[in-house]
Every structure is written in structure tokens, then in C-alpha cells.
């Protein structure tokens, strides 16, 4: 039977199962799914609990349209969630058979995020944000939507004063004056709220310890404003509300890529990510580390000299998901061991660390695949996400002592009518014979033989990131649309190891002469792609490395440059990660040493069909870059097609949760533009 | 007496656009004052009934939320903008009722009188696939879900100039021309796909003119004029629309109407409206204002344009003693909209202006039979927003030194019969709406006038001794340098001046070289981003600090987009101020490019690559920024987010700039959500007094309580220097100018 090939409306039948959360006593699984709904453009996100003995699934909910963070108490007799029933998101609680019975635990002024339980189900911990100037009690009361309208519009037209670094974000948050995030306890039993901590900074990750008196927390809260990722573990007493330094030494691992801190079930010890310095300019990476729960013990490094992986996390670039705050680390029921994710290569795999003992890490898993979204192992079992190139993430059960897996929720089985096919895997040797470069093509959908077809380079964001055996339904559309896609991993991507990661060679042009390269071999190996009808796109860095690859090459007949940096000057300080101009004596020196490495000093030379989409409220690479690398293009070149496309209301986070229409918009855009001028 | 309070900035009254009626017996002025509850300035129409010499009999609200008042012809018909129903549309009173004439989709920007008095043109703003359904208002409903689909579509840019400060970014739609008969039937003239503004009819009633800009993009700076025939008689006509439901759908029509550009000019100003000369019986000649080049610069003067066959030729055909019709004056109450600079008399005999000069802005006339100007003006007064002369009398705003703009009624002096034996019968005040100012204590601003240091000139100025100064004591000052550079500061009440004099402070403001109003030499070259101008404030300031009541080393210095840019170059540069406020700066060329609204390489001659052109806006006088290193001086930032003519991001380099190279010295960075590059000017009253209270508590922190001065900048920096923060070579000398 023929296969159809993929478009981009596909998207608003992608179904992603996520947050899954799995209670051995009752031999039940709580998960969500959510999907774009095109009618009033948001995502939906629903809660269900599947009993896995009889397979009968469960839909629990107070009414909302986005409703998340299912959590099965201890006892399995009780689920927490948010629901945003009532405007925001706010904790809710489900009993009785069935979980029909729903009523409403918080009433917070603003969303709640990550409610846990503790261990007696007593109390729920959560975090909510606040703002400096607004009384406590006020935190505590809802807000009707008029009221909220008002406050908002009145808000937005007062000064935002700024005295440091650190004053915006992205994701969101927007100026960071407005807005800090706290930790709260709410008493399951009478609804009282209390707030546990204080101050203009952060406090994230809580974890219960295991006696229920005490609240692991991460925070900024004792750290200079410059050091933006540098965080630390605070230990705060539930009754009294204490709180004490716990860890001192290592930046807790929070940005890029959190790291839940735990108790070991003892509630002795204490298991976390940290970031641990790597070569030269690199990313940091996060390793693992125990210390007793006592403030000023030794913070112990857990992690070999000889491991099978690099690091505690992983970055992957892509494979579809729409689930927030997933976790990357979990402690088995009898302290031994921290599970966690790590990629290598492509693949992203499940390892364990030994907390005591000789430090030794184990491989659990291996395969063209990767998890995320480790749930709490519970009768020495856990449930997570697998997915891989041709199938969208499933629910597995992993079976901490034997190692099987068995799958638990499948999505998206119309999945079979489109023709998606494995990509085909390649690996070069890098010119500087310094590196092996590692990707895959993936050829267009229901190609005939001995024809050409165009081909579009994809480079991923970051550098840091990684591409990895994950479907990418954008790849898909491009396919469908007739073109082959090109993606790989050059010098700058992690999971490679340290030297390939190195974040000079993703700037200096070692990067490009790998992607060039990379190109090069795959129209060689591959007689379906046209070598004269080649086009290239990426976001963030991506975008980055597309503005400065047209304008440092011939090869590509298109482009698309989505969420770019153009001008270092601009990043540097517009940025919400600023930059730094250490080293130089003088600040003209420094700026005209940023403008050389800026593509946009190089825009004379793009002269291929240039199309540019950026959001407007993107804070990490800020518009202001697609304003004046626009302007550079079409100044020095009047007659070429250029375009830019603004997307209000977003940010750099807007192909992951931005609206569906704006992200498939921003898809259609980048195909259409290759589909016209390729 | 009272001291002024940050609060009484709420009080302020702003008078706009006035209009006389045709017998000279009545008058109207939009009057707006700031409205707490809404955060915004609201605007109301007021209605001045005179007797035969002028004297104010009936003073009467004629609509709320109301503007832009004009006199039928005749005088039988008031029409005004009012937004009651939702969008601002013309209503119109007539017989002593009021009704609602338009329904304009998105309501109507501009508008005139038609020669006969019985239909009215306008242009409104319309997205292109509105134009075949132009009328008929949205429900609120309606309205609330299209916003939302229109605020949440992505903008799609092709051409440049595609975002304006004043505008912002281009959302699609254009102002199209229409016009509409007394009984409602309209039809709109234009359709193609780019700017109409401020129509005009012609005196036979045959055609409308109107400026218009064919290259699609919202930049006004290349306008040309066009015309449109009208039907000829609106009224009556069977492809005209009645009422407001449906829309001009007769596709015949549509070709009768084309329009036709009728110049290619490449300095015409926009913002002034087009005006037929009544003295053409062809109606065939409109005047226009437009820059013209000459060895120091550009000047604007009138052009009379055939709109047959765009020929033009000078509408003043004797030297203007005053070089030019120049209305660009810093910061004036721009809440409302401004009146023309220019007018002719009904019979086209005689040309009225007003212009700057030598800080005044005083009232011209050019008789065109004898070829002479004659000056109309007492000292120390600004006069602006000319209403049309009707028998022999013209009502304009006025401003003076201690009270802004008041609405003045004036006899000409054209109307022989009637002359008086006094000058002063021949203008008065009809409005006091800023009397309350005379409860408080405010210091009246003197008058210097200072030679140049290279002798070439002299720069004019003004100071304000604080309130309650005593003899012998010694004050902290505030240097404030306006922006431009092609403005001026004028014989005006500036509120920002007045409330820091009343915190304590005196209050230091000039126009160095680069100023307009006083003579092109003055302005030629560059000399307002070389030493010159630097030299004059400088000079300016030690000439005022020579009068005694000074303390030299507790002087601040402030200004905004260019004053922000001279106030960067003053701190970076010199060590002589203990404090300084940068208002929506421009410090880096190398990022402002295309990130701001200005500036374009396209077809410069010099034009070698973008990494040179790159390397030179780094290297360039106005990137301040590349001399951070030097700056001693505690610095406050302020910017609005969405400054599009000096973008956000400028003032966020010189904050973190700041922040990494000089971590001792005190800088505070306050932004301004949602505000524009207008935002001490159009801002929203939150925002304007937000801004003006920051800057007056940094100068009173920094010179009056004297944090940060007991340490000395100097010696920190040596101390800096020492510890290796801080290069102590590799920096020219403070001071030395740059290559």
C-alpha cells in the first residue's frame, strides 16, 4: 500500500504523551496527553490514569483546557495535578474511584508549578511566583480576570527599574524585576498555603526528604547576580521555616538543564547534579555528587574516572515533545543507585550511578532510540518516554531489576499511513582530520528513482545540542514536500565527547568546513539529491551558522535563518545571556572584535533568497537582530527576495510552546520558501 | 507659594490645533489634559464665543473625547473627531444638533472642509482587503475578536523602512482618501496599496490633493503630491453609498476616481498640509513646504506645485529674513496635533508664518504683491498652530517663558480700517487653562547670550536660578541638551526644568552649534557631532556657572536621543559632572543600524562593504560607546522598550557596558514598558512623570546629598588602575578629541 506523505497540518493530530508517573501499589499509571487544537489555537493537555492490569484508561479532570503534572500519592488512592480551570493554573487534588471526585486545593494569585507530595501525603510542596512589591497575603488570593486585566495593564506601564545583570529572561518571564519563584506548602487536609521562602531570587527543584520535615530546594539566593547559573542547595524545616545552606561548593545543576536533587530513601543523603568545569570554553557539564544531608559536609564527586558516558544529561535537539520540566534523574528504592539519561552519538540511554562506594557508572540500555522523562521508580520500576526516528514517544515500564521494558501507552499509530522512513546515517571524516562527523539524510517521501531532488541542510541550535534517533515532523514535512533533509553534528555538538564539543571550533569556522563538508559527501553518496538546488536553515545557532554559511559560501541556492544572532554586539548585551568583553584592554577593541565575527558584517555577500523569522519578544537572541540583518540584506541588495517574518507574542522558545498556529506558520514559511526558490 | 510636586505634571493643560469661524466671532481649540484613570492624555473640543474686538463672551465644552475642530467655510457647521463610538469619526454640528457623520471601519485620521461646505474628505487607515468594504463600524465584540486575530498574525516584512518610531511596526494597512456628503453618502477615492494623507479639495471643488508615498513602505520621507478628481457633486450621486451599511461595490466608479502623482520630489514635507492658493482662479496650484539644499544645509521654504503638471516655483520671491519656516522646536506640548506653521489670507494676497528665531517663534507676514516680510512679534514668545485669518483676524497658540501655550485671538494688520491705536489691543489671551501655575514658586528663566570659544558665532541660552535661592549661596546645576541636533529650545514653560529647579537645582539649557533657528552657519557641517557643539555647551555652561550662584563641581548634565548622545560624549570625554541622566541614547552606530529607523547604505557612493561600513560606525563620533572605559560619572539610563528611532538595545549596552568595565561607578538603567522614542513628549502621563522623577532623584542623590563625591572618581579610578581593573594605558587623554 502506498503511503501519503507527511504535511505540516499533521501537527494538529501529533498526540504527545508525557509527565508519565507510575504507583506499584495500584498498579497504575498517570500520564498526560496533549495536542494542538487548530479551532481556538492552545494546546490541550489531558490528564488520564491507565490501570495496567485491566488496561481500562481514566480521564481525571477539574474542567480545564491545559491541565498537567499528574502525581499518584504514595498510597495510589490520590492524584495531584494543575488544572487552569480557573484562569491559572492551580493544584487540584482527585479521589475516590475512579478519581472522580475533584476538588481544588490552591487559590494563588498566579500558575503553580510543580506540585509534589510529601511522603505522608499530608502536605503538597509547589512553587508559585511573586512579585516584590506585592503583600504576602495578596499571593494567596485569586485574582478575578478583570481584575487581572487591570493589574496587568497598569503593570506593564510602570517603570522597570534595573540595577544589575540578570534583569530579563526568556521563556516567558520577560523582564525578571517583576516576577521571583517561591516555595510553598499547602495542607491536603485543610487547604492552608504557606510560604517557605523569602527574598528577590529563585528557589526551585524541591524535593521532600523522606520524614517529611524538611524541603530540599535550589536557589540563587546567596550568589552575585553575574554568576546567573550559579545555584546552590538550601534545606528548609517545614514547621519552622528555617532555612540553612546545605551545599557550597558546586553550582547546582539547574540552567541548561535541570537536575532534580534528591534524598536517598534513608534521608541521610543527599544526590545531585552539578556543573563540573570542562575544556576551555565548553559548556559545563553536569556530574553527580552525594553529600550527607548535614549543612558543610563533603560534597563527594560520584562520577568514575572511566565512565560509559559524558555526562548527567543530555541535550538533544530533537524528537517531538511538549512535555515541561521532564526529569533526568531518579534513586532506586534501596539508595544503591541514581538513575539517569545520558546521550552518546546519537543515542540517548538509560545509566546508573552507584551513590556509596567505588564511583561507577553502568550502561542500562542501548539502541537507535532515546528516554526522557524519567518517572519515580516505585516496586523497582519506572515509567519513561522512548521514542526514535520513525515513532513518536512511547510510555515504557523499565524494570529496575531486570533490565525489560514493557510499553505501556502508545500514540499516534495513524502514524503508519505516512510514509516516514529511517534516515540514512553517515559519518565523515572532518578536513582537519581532527573529527568524525556524525548525522543522517533523510530522503524525500515516495521518491522516484533516478530523479533529483533539492535538499535542505537543518543545523541544529546552541551549539551545544545534539541530534539524535528522534522523529522530527518537521523533517517529515520537508520530506513530504519533496526535499531531502541534511543533519549532523558538527564540532560544537555534545555527545561526542569533550574535543568535538569544543564551543570555539563551533564559532571559528571549523563548524561550517564540517556541515560543508558533511554536504558535500551526502550529494556524493546520494544520487537522489541535486547538488545545484541545495538550501540551509537553522534556529538560534542554527541560524547563526546559516547567516554566516551563505555568507561565506556558494553552495546554497536558499536559506532560511530562524531566531538568528547576527550582530555579536547586540547579543552581547541584549541577550539574557550576556556577553562578556574580558580581555581586552579597550572597549573599541572588544567592539570591533565582535563586529568581525558578526555575519551580519558579511551580509553584502548573501545574495541567494534570503527569508528571516524571528519573534518578537524573543529575549535570548533579540529581534533586533532580524531587524538589522534584514535591513543589511535588502539594503545592500534591493532586487534579491527577502522577507522577514515577526511572530508577536512570542519568544525563542516559540517552535517548542508557542501557539500552533504561530509554529506552523513558522514551518510553512520555511517550506514554502524552499519549495519556491529550490 | 507653593513648590511644584511631580504630581502637578496631571495638571498641565495642552492646547492643539485652533480654527476661527468664517465671521471671526467664534473660535474652537482642542484642550486635553492627562486622565489618571485611563493612564493617557484625553482630549476635548472648546468652543470661545468673541465679540467684534475679540473680547471672550462664552467659553463652552463642545464634545468630549473630542479633537481636531474645523469651521465650515460658511461657519454654518462645526465637524470634529470623536472616538464615543468606538473609533474616531467625524461628527458634525449643524442647526444645534450633533450626529455622527463617518463609519469608517477603523475611523478617520485627517480631514477638511470641501470649498462649498457640503462634504467633507478624510483619510483613514484600511488593511487592503478592507477596501472594498471600507464603512461600518465593528460591534465591540466584533471588534475585540479582530483585534486579537490582528495582534497575534505575524508581520511580514519585504521592503525596508518598514517601522517608524512614531508608528511602530508596519501592521499593513494604509490611509486611504474618501470623502463624504452632508447626508452620509461616501465613497472612497483611493485603493492602491501605500499612504494618502491630508486631503484637500480644490476652490472649484473639482479634485482633491494630497500627499502620498507610491513605494508601499509607511516612510513619509519621500512623499509626493497626488490628486483624484471628485464626483462632482457628492450629493445625489448614484454610485455614492448611503448610510453606512454597504460598502462602494460599483466596480465602474472606481476608474472615474483614479489618481495621479503629480510630483517626483525628493524633500517634500509631509507634515505639513497641502493648500490650494486662493489667489489661483485655476485652482489649479497648491503650496507646499519642502527642504531645499543650500552650502550649510537644508532649509524649509514654501513651493507653489501645478498640480497639471507638477511644475513648481518659490512661493517667496524676496529672502526670507528668517532663512526658513522652521517648526522644530524640542519637546513642544505635542499631546494633540500640530496646526500648520502657515497660512495664506482669504485672498491668497498674503502669507502668515510663524518660524524660529533667535529662540522666539514669532509670527511672519509676506505680502506677495509688494514682496516684503514683516515681522508680527513682542520678545520672549512662541507662537505656533496658526488657525486660517477670517475677516481680518487669526486665533494660534502662545506660549511664553512661565506659562505654556494659552489659545491668543489677533487682529491683522491687513485690516486697515480697523486699526488700533495701542499695540497691545491688537492680540490678547481668550484662554488661561495653566493659570494654577501662579500658586507656585517658579523662578523665571534668563536670557545669555554667549560668544563661541572659536568666535565664529554665539550661543544663545537660557538658566533657572532654583526657587528659594539665597544671595551668595551656591548651587548644583543641571546642563540639559536637547535633542535633534536640528531642533531648538524656544521662548517656552518646560516643566522639566521648572520641577528640577523646584528639587534645588539649577537648571542650564542652550543651542550650541547644530541648532536650528539661527541662521544656517549655525547649524553647517557637522559641527554638532564635532568639537563645536561640545565647545558652546561647555562654554555656555561656564559662562552661567561665571554668574556666582553656582557649584562647579556639583554639576549634572542630561539629554535625550541626540542630547542623550552629547551627554554620553560629555562623561566620556570630561570628568567635569558629578552626575548625568542619558534619555533614549544613541551610543553605538554599529547596532542602531537597521535596528532603529534611520539610516540606509543603498546607493551611497562610498559604499565599500559591510564590514567596513561596520568597522567605521564603530569608529564614529557618535558611537560613544567604544569610550566607556572613561566614563567617571554616575549614569542613569532611560529608555522606552520600544523606541524604534534610538532602538531599546542601545540603552542596554552602555547599562551592561557600564555594569562590565566600570563596576564602581553608580548606573542605574530604568525602562519604560511599551514607550516610544515620543515618550517625554506623547508618552503616557505614568511614563512621562515616572522619567522625570527618576532623573530629578539621580541629580539630587549625586549633587545635592553628594553620594559617591566624598570618594572621588578620580582617585578611584587611579585606585582602579592599580589593581589592574582598569587600563591605565591604551586611553586617550580625557578630553582629546578623536580621529
Known amino acids: 500500500m502506498e503511503k501519503r506523505n507527511a504535511v505540516i497540518e499533521d501537527y494538529y493530530r501529533l498526540h504527545y504523551a508525557g509527565q508519565p508517573d507510575y504507583c506499584d501499589r495500584t498498579q497504575s499509571l498517570a500520564y498526560t496527553i496533549v495536542c494542538g487544537e487548530e479551532e481556538n489555537d492552545f494546546y490541550r493537555s489531558e490528564i488520564w490514569v491507565k490501570r495496567l492490569e485491566s488496561g481500562q484508561t481514566i480521564r481525571v479532570s477539574a474542567g480545564g483546557a491545559y491541565e498537567s503534572n499528574p502525581r499518584l500519592s504514595p498510597d495510589g488512592q490520590s492524584l495531584l495535578f494543575l488544572s487552569d480551570v480557573s484562569g491559572t493554573a492551580q493544584v487540584y487534588v482527585a479521589q475516590g474511584a475512579d478519581f472522580s471526585s475533584v476538588c481544588a486545593l490552591t487559590h494563588m494569585r498566579y500558575d503553580v508549578h510543580g506540585p509534589i507530595w510529601s511522603p505522608d501525603a499530608g502536605r503538597i510542596a509547589f512553587l508559585c511566583d511573586c512579585e516584590p512589591d506585592l503583600p504576602d497575603e495578596l499571593l494567596m488570593v485569586p485574582q478575578t480576570p478583570e481584575e487581572r486585566e487591570a493589574y496587568e495593564a497598569q503593570k506593564a506601564s510602570r517603570p522597570v527599574i534595573i540595577t544589575d545583570y540578570g534583569y530579563k529572561a526568556d521563556e516567558d518571564k520577560g523582564f525578571t524585576e517583576t516576577r521571583t519563584t517561591h516555595l510553598f506548602v499547602v495542607n491536603t487536609a485543610n487547604g492552608e498555603v504557606r510560604k517557605l521562602s523569602d527574598g528577590d531570587r529563585d528557589h526551585v527543584m524541591p524535593a521532600w526528604s523522606p520524614d517529611g520535615k524538611k524541603i530540599l530546594v535550589t536557589s540563587n539566593r546567596l550568589r552575585p547576580r553575574e554568576e546567573s547559573i550559579g545555584m546552590d542547595l538550601f534545606l528548609i524545616t517545614v514547621d519552622s521555616g528555617e532555612i540553612e545552606q546545605l551545599s557550597k561548593e558546586n553550582w547546582i545543576a539547574y540552567y541548561p538543564a535541570s537536575f532534580y536533587p534528591r534524598f536517598t530513601p534513608d534521608g541521610k543523603t543527599v544526590v545531585f547534579g552539578a556543573l563540573y568545569p570542562d575544556v576551555s570554553g565548553n559548556m559545563p557539564l553536569t556530574r553527580l555528587y552525594r553529600m550527607d544531608a548535614v549543612p558543610g559536609a563533603e560534597e563527594v564527586n560520584i562520577w568514575p574516572k572511566e565512565a560509559p558516558c559524558h555526562e548527567a544529561t543530555c541535550f538533544l535537539y530533537n524528537g517531538e515533545t511538549m512535555a515541561r520540566g521532564y526529569e533526568k534523574g531518579q534513586v532506586s528504592e534501596d539508595g544503591a543507585y541514581l538513575y539517569f539519561i545520558s546521550g552518546w552519538q546519537g543515542e540517548v540511554n538509560l545509566y546508573r550511578a552507584a551513590i556509596t562506594g567505588e564511583p561507577k557508572i553502568e550502561q542500562l540500555t542501548r539502541g537507535h532510540h532515546y528516554y526522557s522523562s524519567m518517572g519515580e521508580i516505585r516496586g523497582g520500576k519506572m515509567a519513561l518516554l522512548k521514542g526514535d526516528f520513525t515513532h513518536t514517544p512511547q510510555i515504557v515500564l523499565y524494570d529496575t531489576a531486570t533490565g525489560e521494558e514493557t510499553v505501556a501507552v502508545e500514540t499516534n499509530s495513524w502514524l503508519t499511513e505516512v510514509a516516514i522512513e529511517e534516515p540514512e546515517e553517515m559519518w565523515i571524516d572532518s578536513l582537519d582530520g581532527q573529527g568524525r562527523i556524525h548525522g543522517w539524510v533523510l530522503p524525500p517521501m515516495n521518491r522516484q528513482s533516478g530523479q533529483k531532488y533539492p535538499a535542505v541542510l537543518y543545523i541544529h541550535g546552541g551549539p551545544t545540542p545534539f541530534y539524535g534517533y528522534g522523529m522530527t515532523y518537521e523533517h517529515e514535512a520537508l520530506a513530504g514536500a519533496g526535499m531531502a533533509v541534511i543533519f549532523c553534528n558538527p564540532r560544537g555538538s555534545s555527545g561526542y565527547g569533550s574535543a568535538h564539543e569544543s564551543n570555539r571550533a563551533a564559532f571559528d569556522g571549523t563548524a561550517m568546513y564540517d556541515l560543508l563538508q558533511f554536504v558535500k559527501e551526502a550529494c556524493s553518496r546520494y544520487d537522489y539529491i541535486d547538488p545545484d538546488r541545495l538550501g540551509v536553515t537553522g534556529g538560534s545557532y542554527g541560524g547563526y551558522m546559516t547567516n554566516w554559511i551563505v555568507s561565506h559560501s556558494k553552495v546554497f541556492k536558499a536559506a532560511v535563518t530562524q531566531r538568528s544572532i547576527a550582530n555579536e554586539l547586540i547579543e552581547y548585551a541584549s541577550s539574557d545571556m550576556a556577553g562578556s568583553s574580558q580581555g581586552f584592554v579597550n572597549f573599541q577593541d572588544f567592539m570591533i572584535h565582535e563586529i568581525e565575527r558578526s555575519a551580519v558584517a558579511y551580509a553584502d555577500r548573501i545574495d541567494i533568497p534570503f527569508l528571516i523569522l524571528h519573534a518578537l519578544g524573543d529575549m535570548r537572541c533579540p529581534v533586533e537582530q532580524a531587524h538589522q540583518l534584514f535591513t543589511a540584506v535588502k539594503d545592500t541588495h534591493p532586487d534579491l527576495p527577502v522577507r522577514m517574518v515577526l511572530f508577536p507574542g512570542e519568544n525563542h522558545e516559540m517552535n517548542n510552546h508557542g501557539t500552533m498556529a504561530h509554529r506552523l506558520r513558522h514551518y510553512r514559511e520555511m517550506i514554502d520558501w524552499f519549495v519556491r526558490w529550490l | ?739
Not at chain 2, 55 to 65: G, T
Not at chain 2, 125 to 139: I, Q, S, Y
Not at chain 2, 428 to 451: D, F, G, I, M
Not at chain 2, 522 to 534: I, L, S
Request: with cysteine; net charge negative.
Open chain 2, 1 to 739: 507659594m507653593k513648590r511644584l510636586t511631580i504630581e502637578d505634571m496631571d495638571r498641565l493643560v495642552y492646547l492643539a490645533v485652533p480654527d476661527l469661524k468664517h465671521d471671526g466671532r467664534e473660535a474652537v481649540c482642542t484642550v486635553a489634559r492627562a486622565d489618571k484613570g485611563c493612564n493617557d492624555f484625553v482630549p476635548q473640543v472648546r468652543r470661545f464665543v468673541l465679540s467684534e474686538t475679540g473680547k471672550l463672551e462664552k467659553d463652552e465644552l463642545v464634545a468630549e473625547r473630542s479633537e481636531l475642530a474645523k469651521y465650515s467655510p460658511d461657519g454654518s457647521r462645526l465637524a470634529w473627531l470623536c472616538t464615543d463610538s468606538g473609533e474616531s469619526q467625524i461628527w458634525i454640528r449643524e442647526n444645534g444638533t450633533d450626529r455622527q457623520l463617518t463609519h469608517l471601519r477603523h475611523g478617520v485620521t485627517d480631514y477638511s472642509w470641501s470649498p462649498d461646505g457640503q462634504s467633507l474628505v478624510w483619510g483613514a487607515p484600511l488593511w487592503p482587503e478592507e477596501t472594498d468594504a471600507p464603512f461600518g463600524e465593528m460591534t465591540s465584540e466584533e471588534k475585540r475578536v479582530w483585534k486579537k486575530k490582528k495582534d497575534s498574525e505575524p508581520i511580514v516584512v519585504e521592503e525596508l523602512m518598514y517601522k517608524l518610531d512614531e508608528v511602530g511596526l508596519f501592521d499593513g494597512s494604509f490611509h486611504q482618501i474618501g470623502v463624504t456628503a452632508l447626508d452620509g453618502s461616501s465613497v472612497l477615492l483611493t485603493k492602491a496599496p501605500f499612504e494618502h494623507r491630508n486631503p484637500v479639495i480644490s476652490p472649484d471643488g473639482r479634485q482633491v490633493a494630497y500627499y502620498a508615498c507610491p513605494d508601499g513602505s509607511i516612510h513619509r520621507l519621500r512623499v509626493q503630491i497626488f490628486t483624484c478628481p471628485l464626483p462632482e457633486s457628492i450629493t445625489g450621486r448614484e454610485d455614492s453609498h448611503k448610510g453606512s451599511e454597504q460598502s462602494d461595490s460599483q466596480e465602474g466608479a472606481r476608474d472615474r476616481y483614479e489618481e495621479r502623482q503629480v510630483t517626483h520630489e525628493e524633500y517634500l514635507i509631509e507634515s505639513v498640509p497641502l493648500m490650494f492658493d486662493p489667489a489661483d482662479a485655476e485652482s489649479d496650484r497648491v503650496a507646499a513646504l519642502m527642504y531645499e539644499k543650500t552650502e550649510n544645509g537644508f532649509v524649509q521654504l514654501p513651493y507653489l506645485f501645478s498640480l497639471t503638471d507638477g511644475k513648481k516655483e518659490p512661493l517667496f520671491e524676496a529672502a526670507c529674513p528668517v532663512e526658513e519656516i522652521n517648526n522644530l522646536v524640542v519637546g513642544r506640548n505635542a499631546v494633540g496635533r500640530e496646526a500648520p506653521p502657515c497660512v495664506f489670507s482669504e485672498d491668497g494676497g498674503t502669507y502668515y508664518f510663524t518660524s524660529l528665531w533667535m529662540g522666539n517663534q514669532h509670527l511672519y507676514v509676506y505680502d506677495r504683491a509688494k514682496k516684503e516680510f514683516t515681522c508680527l512679534g513682542t520678545e520672549d514668545e512662541s507662537i505656533q498652530a496658526l488657525s486660517a485669518p477670517r475677516s481680518g483676524r487669526m486665533v494660534y497658540l502662545k506660549g511664553t517663558l512661565m506659562y505654556p501655550a494659552e489659545l491668543y485671538w489677533r487682529r491683522l494688520a491687513e485690516d486697515a480700517g480697523e486699526k488700533t491705536d495701542t499695540k497691545e489691543a491688537a492680540e490678547h489671551a481668550l484662554t488661561q487653562e495653566n493659570a494654577w501655575l501662579s500658586e507656585y514658586e517658579l523662578p523665571r528663566p534668563e536670557k545669555l547670550c554667549v560668544p563661541t570659544a572659536d568666535q565664529k558665532g554665539s550661543v544663545h541660552g537660557w538658566y533657572i536660578k532654583p526657587a528659594g535661592l539665597k544671595p551668595g549661596e551656591k548651587v548644583p546645576a543641571v546642563l540639559d541638551v536637547h535633542g535633534g541636533p536640528e531642533c531648538s529650545y524656544s521662548t517656552n514653560f518646560w516643566f522639566e526644568f521648572q520641577y528640577l529647579a523646584s528639587r534645588g537645582l539649577a537648571v542650564v539649557y542652550c543651542d550650541p552649534r547644530g541648532s536650528v533657528g539661527y541662521g544656517s552657519a549655525h547649524q553647517k557641517g557637522d559641527c554638532a557631532y564635532g568639537t563645536e557643539a561640545q565647545e558652546d555647551l561647555l562654554g555656555f555652561l561656564d559662562a552661567v556657572i561665571a554668574l556666582g550662584f553656582i557649584d562647579e563641581t556639583k554639576c549634572g548634565v542630561t539629554g535625550g536621543s541626540y542630547g542623550g548622545y552629547m551627554t554620553n560624549r560629555l562623561i566620556s570625554t570630561t570628568d567635569r559632572f558629578a552626575a548625568a541622566v542619558t534619555q533614549r541614547n544613541l551610543c553605538n552606530l554599529a547596532t542602531s543600524y537597521g535596528t532603529g529607523d534611520m539610516g540606509f547604505v543603498t546607493g551611497k557612493k562610498d559604499f565599500t562593504s559591510m564590514l567596513a561600513m561596520f568597522k567605521d560606525r564603530v569608529n564614529a563620533r557618535a558611537t560613544t560607546l567604544r569610550l566607556v572605559d572613561r566614563v567617571k560619572t554616575p549614569l542613569l539610563i532611560l529608555h522606552g522598550t520600544q523606541d524604534y528611532r534610538c532602538s531599546f538595545e542601545q540603552g542596554e549596552q552602555l547599562f551592561i557596558a557600564m555594569k562590565e568595565r566600570n563596576p564602581q561607578i553608580p548606573v542605574r538603567f530604568v525602562a519604560f514598558p511599551g514607550e516610544n522614542h515620543g515618550l517625554t513628549r506623547g508618552g503616557r502621563p505614568e511614563a512621562q512623570k515616572g522619567h522625570l522623577k527618576e532623573m530629578a532623584d539621580w541629580f539630587v542623590r549625586f549633587l545635592k546629598e553628594g553620594e559617591f563625591a566624598q570618594q572621588g572618581p578620580q582617585e578611584d579610578r587611579a585606585e582602579k588602575a592599580a589593581s589592574g581593573m582598569v587600563p591605565s594605558n591604551g586611553l586617550p587623554a580625557a578630553g582629546e578629541e578623536e580621529a
